[in-house]
């Protein structure tokens, strides 16, 4: 009688995806295990990152670690000095003037556009698209102009401060010189909008940008490759989102209408006039159209700024130079001035002891900034609710039991920045 042939063993497939890989989203390294294609278990570490911000703001003065904040997720700047700076606000019991309160308000929206053209840039070359990605920087340079035009940086803006705003809204932008790509006609259609004011600039790119979303819409929201790659991949019910701490886009695709910026209002977002899109599934598809239509309510708010910025002058920084430094006009005829200045610039200000957490509607999630202060002129003790980290967190949930090809849209759905996740 023959030998029975035994049956090969089979086991399931280990391995690396990342951190070296281009749809990793930076430096994730992502353990796989397979079973043929099938997802059987996935394991992110993280770290890869880890700058030390959090260490690092502990020995510097509370204004130093402002351009700290920009470098967290570098993708959504202002958002994250907006969550330091109102903790040191409610530590100190100050309260900006409100001017600054809607130009912090236009800026986070404006914030929240660059964020979400820069996710569906990413999020559509990793499913395939190339145009998108191509749509999506072109309207992100007007923005990115905002940016410079108010603090002189394209991206780490340190425009927010303690007390208000760096400086108001310039009344002229920068222009376009000819040469031997664009002629003076050429250039001079491509200035056709910065003839005025920012707030003019972004007004005409508030008219504009509504079509530019509808073209993005043409080529994906009823586009069938797209549809096959996104629709009832990564689902995740609402109850289990709540469970793991889900928050943003990523919450609201899944049907739950959380939003702090109605739920717990700060700055002016309660005189705002806007909705909170939501999603049925909680897949793939619907975390993409939470996302689109909020750029479209963000228009909306960036409207409501500019018409109320235009109507309404004034301070944008507090007048208390303990904590804001003066002018410079009154600190060259002032002795007073110039001593608060050279104390800001060298000490910093004392913060009263205690301990505060603030959370604001970064584009990712909540963003919170957790803050203890013992009176010194930097934190005892700072700590940051990073929006994207429970999100990565959910991951292994969310792809088990899809195919490989699923790993990269489900991971691209999250919208995550590792600045801000390792810290």
């Keep these: 009688m023959a030998e029975a042939t035994s049956m090969p063993e089979i086991k399931n497939y280990v391995f ?14 992502l353990i796989l295990e397979v079973d043929g294609e099938t997802i059987v278990r996935a394991d992110p570490h993280v770290g890869l990152l880890h700058r030390a911000t959090e260490k690092l703001a502990e020995s510097k003065p509370f204004n130093h670690t402002i351009g700290y904040m920009d470098r967290l997720d570098y993708v959504s700047m202002m958002c994250n000095e907006h969550g330091y700076v109102l903790a040191i606000e409610k530590l100190l019991g100050i309260t900006p003037p409100i001017r600054a309160q809607y130009i912090r308000v236009m ?11 820069l996710w569906l840039a990413a999020h559509s070359l990793d499913n395939g698209g190339m145009a998108v990605f191509l749509y999506c920087f072109r309207e992100r340079e007007d923005l990115l102009d905002c940016y410079e035009a108010v603090s002189g940086a394209r991206m780490h803006a340190t425009y927010y401060r303690p007390g ?4 108001d809204l310039p009344d002229s932008m920068p222009t376009y010189k000819p040469s031997k790509w664009h002629n003076k006609k050429a250039t001079a259609e491509r200035n056709e909008a910065r003839e005025g004011t920012l707030l003019d600039f972004i007004w005409d790119f508030t008219n504009r940008f509504p079509a530019r979303v509808d073209e993005y819409e043409d080529l994906l929201t009823n586009n069938r490759i797209w549809k096959q790659r996104t629709v009832d991949i990564g689902v995740i019910s609402p109850e289990r989102a709540i469970a793991m701490g889900f928050t943003g886009p990523m919450l609201r695709g899944s049907g739950v209408a959380w939003d702090l910026r109605k739920m717990q209002p700060y700055e002016v977002y309660d005189r705002m006039d806007f909705d909170i899109p939501v999603g049925k599934t909680g897949d793939c598809y619907d975390r993409y159209l939470v996302r689109v239509n909020e750029m479209r309510q963000s ?7 500019v018409e109320w910025l235009r109507q309404n002058p004034g301070p944008v ?18 002795m007073e001035a110039m001593i608060h200045h050279f104390k800001n610039m060298t000490e910093g200000y004392s913060v009263p002891e205690g301990e505060v957490y603030t959370a604001i509607e970064h584009p990712k999630g909540e963003f919170g900034v ?10 005892y003790r700072m700590k940051v609710r990073a929006a994207g980290f429970p999100h990565l967190a959910g991951l292994n949930e969310l792809i088990s039991g899809y195919m490989i090809a699923d790993v990269v849209s489900t991971l691209s759905s ?3 920045v590792f600045g801000e996740i390792d810290r």
């Excluded at 690396?16 to 390294?29: D, E, S």
């Excluded at 800026?107 to 053209?117: G, M, S, V």
């Excluded at 920084?317 to 002032?334: G, H, L, N, Q």
């Design 370 to 379: 957790y803050l203890v202060s013992d009176g010194a002129n930097k934190p």
């Design 414 to 416: 999250l919208d995550i």
């Design 317 to 334: 920084m507090i007048d208390d130079y303990k904590v804001a430094p003066p002018p410079r006009e009154e600190m060259k005829i002032s």
């Design 164 to 167: 208000g705003v760096y400086r």
């Design 107 to 117: 800026f986070d929206e404006i914030t929240r556009i660059l964020n979400h053209l």
């Design 299 to 305: 228009n909306r708010i960036i409207r409501q700024c």
């Design 16 to 29: 690396n995806f990342g951190p070296q890989h281009p749809a990793a989203h930076g430096v994730l390294r």
